[in-house]
Structures are given as structure tokens and as C-alpha cells.
């Protein structure tokens, strides 16, 4: 897929950057960092980072346009992230995805930092070794260290690949929260909570293949700190699955403070339905929650001062000029505007209200992981954002 990415490609994603930067720059000033090029970074040598560091990466599974966002007329709907979030950390605003545009597929790229390139819906693990395992083998860590909060249950083999030397034994531990509040509801015959358990927007009547979990629903609710009636307690009082998602992760990084927690949003692809409506309710309703993960490190002693915040959606949508395209419902042309994306990262040493518009890849966040938290990515294809180290 890379090497199909055009000269006009290149022009349109340098096109979507510029108008990024200036929207960023009238909105809040936002000072334009001149690296135009990436500058090499030596390869971290495993542990030679302070062990006290921490990353905490968002995904959106199901990105936003530029129309509903940094666009004047969509910009009301993530003040959060412009106003408040944006000031403290550094935006940038031209991250070219070429690879395969299925959220699966996507959010597994970004974890390997190479593109993958299996079946979407394939209940298969990562071809190339993950972030995870990457960040526990090197470092020693144990596996209370690396977790995934994830979406849909498609993603449950997202924690580790089958690379060889690497594996489950290295892998992330993968909460699927809505599995677990599915099984605790099934004696209830109401549809009342289907909003928080629907699995996949994109093709509802897709059911992934999954295993059964390795723990009970007790033993979930355990490693929240929590019992079983709390747990459906607090998430019966929550309006969606990315609520009940920081939910769980909220709950893990008070009990196990790992150092490497990743967690994947999922409500604004519900713009598949074709309601608009619901998918601007998802944009704000996850502007909030970016908001409150931030507000969570700063309040919680093991976080706050020593954790960088990585959120970038997987890829955006359809513009609704793009010939066979659906607007903002689906990204099914896969052209350069729907694969031009942003990222904004936050923490110790990162320059605040800073936009960078030198064209970076997903396949970039592991390999900057890597030399944040002092592990060395092999195989991942990217390179480290240097603005960021
Ligand atoms: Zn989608």
C-alpha cells in the first residue's frame, strides 16, 4: 500500500495539514514547530530510560473529519481537545495512514508499527511483534504491566502477536469490557442496555469468533477491585461503551498502575448507522473523555509528571466531495483526505501549543514508545518522532 501513496496523495495530505495548522493557529495560537525533518534518534538501549515512565495511548476506532472537528464549523464540538488539551501538548496535523482501513487491522498497525495486512474481521493475532511485547520482554515486565482496554470483541487478539521469541508470554492482558457485561446480563430480558453492548458498528450482523475468556466474570470484576453486582452497578449508570471502557481503565490504573496502558474508543463509528446526529453526540461525548483521561494522570500520584498521552484517531472518514464515497457514514474510498489524520501527544517535556506539520506515519508510535520508555522496536517500521523526545 505505501508505495501507491501519489505525488497528488502527497498534495492533498500537505493540503489537509496546512488548513489544520492555520484553523490551530487563529483558534489558540498555536506556534508552528519548523522541523521539517525527522531528526535521527540512536536507538534506545533496553532500560536505559527511567522505569518510572509511563504511556498511555488513544485510539479512536472510527475517526472524524476535519468538518465536524478543527473546521470553524465543527470546532464547537471538541473544545476540550482544542482549548484545553491542545495548549498543553504538541498536534501533528499531517499523520499519513497507507495502510489497510478496517479498525482491527488499523489499531493492530499502530501497536506493531508495521502495516498489517490480514483479514479485518479474522480472528488472528498480529503478524509482527507488538508494543507489548516489545515493552515486557526488554524491560523485564511483569504482566500486570501492559494492558488493552478495547471496544469490540474483534480486537481480543490485539495484546500479542505470534512472532517468534515473542507472544503471549510477552503479550498485553486485553479487557473486553463488554463481554463481561453481556455475560452479567443475560438473565435480564430487557434491551435496555443494547447501546452499551452493541459490538461493531460497521457490520452489525458480524459476530467475531472468539474463544471463551481465560477468567469467569467474577474474576473480572476482581481484577477491577470490584464485585460483580458493583461492576454492573456503575456500568448500568454509564451512556456508552467508551464510558464504560475509561471506566475499566480508570479502575486499572488505580489498582495496577501499569506503565503501558492502551485504550481503543469505538462510540463515534456508530456514524456507520448514517444518524448524524449520534456521530457529533460520539465526537463531543470522546472530546470529554480525552479531557478526563488527561485529568485522571494529573490526580492519580503514579501518573501525574511522568506519563506522556498519545490520542489519535485510527484513520478518519469520507469527505462528502469524494466520488463513491458516503460522507462522514463510512471510509470506504480510502483516498489521501480519509487517510490524512492527526496526532497530539501531552507529558514532561513535550512543547506546549505546538503544531507539527512534517509528515509523519502510525508506524511512528512505537518506535517514539520505544525510546520514551526505553525498549528497542526491531521490527516495527516507523521512526521516532523526534519533537516529541
Ligand atoms: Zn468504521
Redesign the pocket.
Known amino acids: 500500500m505505501s508505495d501507491t501513496w501519489t505525488l497528488k496523495a502527497s498534495e492533498i495530505s500537505e493540503s489537509v495539514s496546512r488548513s489544520r495548522r492555520e484553523f490551530l493557529r487563529s483558534l489558540i495560537g498555536a506556534a508552528y514547530y519548523r522541523s521539517l525533518f525527522s531528526v535521527s534518534v540512536p536507538p534506545s538501549t533496553p532500560g536505559s530510560q527511567s522505569p518510572n515512565r509511563r504511556a498511555i495511548v488513544v485510539t479512536f ?2 475517526g472524524c473529519r476535519d468538518e465536524e472537528t478543527f473546521m470553524p464549523q465543527g470546532q464547537q464540538n471538541i473544545p476540550h481537545l482544542l482549548m484545553e488539551l491542545l495548549p498543553q501538548g504538541a498536534i501533528f496535523t499531517r499523520v499519513e495512514n497507507r495502510g489497510i482501513l478496517g ?1 482491527y487491522v488499523a489499531t493492530a498497525s499502530l501497536a506493531t508499527g508495521v502495516y498489517e495486512t490480514f483479514d479485518n474481521f479474522a480472528s488472528v493475532p498480529p503478524q509482527f511483534p507488538t508494543v507489548f511485547e516489545y515493552f515486557r520482554r526488554d524491560l523485564k515486565r511483569p504482566s500486570s504491566d501492559a494492558w488493552v482496554v478495547a471496544p469490540s470483541n474483534g480486537f481480543n487478539r490485539i495484546g500479542c502477536s505470534d512472532a517468534r521469541s515473542f507472544g503471549p508470554r510477552y503479550g498485553a492482558q486485553v479487557v473486553l469490557p463488554k463481554r463481561f457485561l453481556k455475560q452479567a446480563l443475560a438473565s435480564k430480558k430487557t434491551d435496555d442496555y443494547e447501546h452499551l453492548l452493541q459490538d461493531n ?2 457490520t452489525p450482523l458480524f459476530i467475531p469468533q472468539i474463544e471463551e475468556p481465560r477468567i469467569s466474570l467474577r474474576e473480572f470484576a476482581e481484577v477491577l477491585n470490584l464485585s460483580v453486582t458493583d461492576f454492573v452497578t456503575n456500568a448500568l449508570t454509564l451512556s456508552s461503551p467508551d464510558e464504560l471502557s475509561l471506566y475499566v481503565a480508570k479502575q486499572l490504573m488505580r489498582r495496577y498502575a501499569p506503565n503501558l496502558l492502551w485504550i481503543t474508543l469505538h462510540d463515534m ?1 456508530i ?2 448507522a448514517g444518524c448524524y446526529s449520534l456521530y457529533i453526540e460520539a465526537i463531543q461525548r470522546t472530546d470529554r473523555l480525552c479531557s478526563e483521561i488527561w485529568r485522571t494522570i494529573q490526580k492519580e500520584p503514579e501518573y501525574a509528571g511522568k506519563t506522556t498521552l498519545f490520542i489519535l484517531p485510527d484513520f478518519g472518514r469520507d469527505s462528502d466531495g469524494s466520488v463513491g464515497g458516503n460522507g462522514f457514514q ?2 470506504r474510498t480510502g483516498d489521501a483526505r480519509s487517510r490524512t489524520t492527526w496526532l497530539l501527544a501531552l507529558g514532561p517535556g513535550i512543547h506546549e501549543n505546538t503544531v507539527v506539520d512534517r509528515p509523519v506515519q502510525p508506524l511512528d508510535v512505537v518506535p517514539t514508545l520505544g525510546a520514551l520508555l526505553g525498549f528497542d522496536p526491531r521490527m516495527a517500521r516507523g521512526k521516532p518522532m523526534s519533537e516529541l523526545l
Open positions: 476506532g472510527g479498525h458498528y460497521e463509528d456514524a456507520h463510512h471510509h
